[in-house]
């Protein structure tokens, strides 16, 4: 029997939340380790990335080490005026944050700060799921779907690569036509590709 979207979702979420916290440091340690390998890091200046939350792969150790790289690294934050998008903001260690409808960490909205898709290299996107062709489980709430849209339809901007733990992938998941899959997804121990 084919589980349902929402029930891989909860499953998998209750997966990564189970993992210990040393797991969880050494995940995004080693998550530093692969990133660091793939090809489009060495071109890419402008770098979305997300903070982790809800079990979510560590983040902060990878946005830390791209500052120490030289890297200038985005947030994203829900658009006040356009529902459902996107917007992504230059991220400092000196950012204002605050909390989002869904209780998620955010820069304060600045104008100032917003660097627009187009101009972004790499787009970390996070995932509750993944499956062996690429295919991505979000949330449900449809956000990167629609910022990778336009990468999506004519492989222009900024190009995205999932982050995630090793336990959130399966096989095979069931897609709906507006999903779009990823051409990379880097785990703690492993690069997925599947580009031509």
Request: with cysteine.
């Amino acid at each position: 029997m084919t589980l349902s979207r929402q029930a891989i979702r909860s499953q998998i979420r209750e997966k990564r939340n189970q993992l210990l916290s040393d797991t969880q440091h050494q995940a995004g340690l080693d998550l530093i380790k692969l990133f660091s390998t793939i090809s489009e890091l060495s071109s890419s200046t402008h770098i979305a990335l997300y903070l982790s939350t809800d079990g979510e792969v560590n983040t902060t150790p990878l946005i830390e080490w791209l500052w120490s790289q030289g890297k200038s690294v985005y947030l994203p934050v829900l658009h006040p005026f356009s529902k459902g998008h996107l917007l992504f903001l230059h991220y400092t260690p000196a950012t204002p944050m605050t909390l989002n409808k869904y209780q998620i960490v955010e820069p304060q909205l600045n104008q100032t700060l917003i660097k627009p898709v187009a101009e972004l290299d790499l787009i970390c996107t996070p995932l509750v799921a993944f499956d062996s062709k690429g295919q991505r489980l979000g949330m449900g709430g449809g956000y990167y779907d629609r910022t990778l849209a336009t990468w999506f339809k004519d492989k222009q901007g900024a190009k995205p690569v999932g982050l995630a733990h090793d336990c959130q992938h399966i096989e095979s998941l069931p897609s709906e036509a507006w999903d779009v899959p990823l051409p990379k997804i880097v785990t703690p121990s492993k690069v997925w590709q599947w580009e031509s």
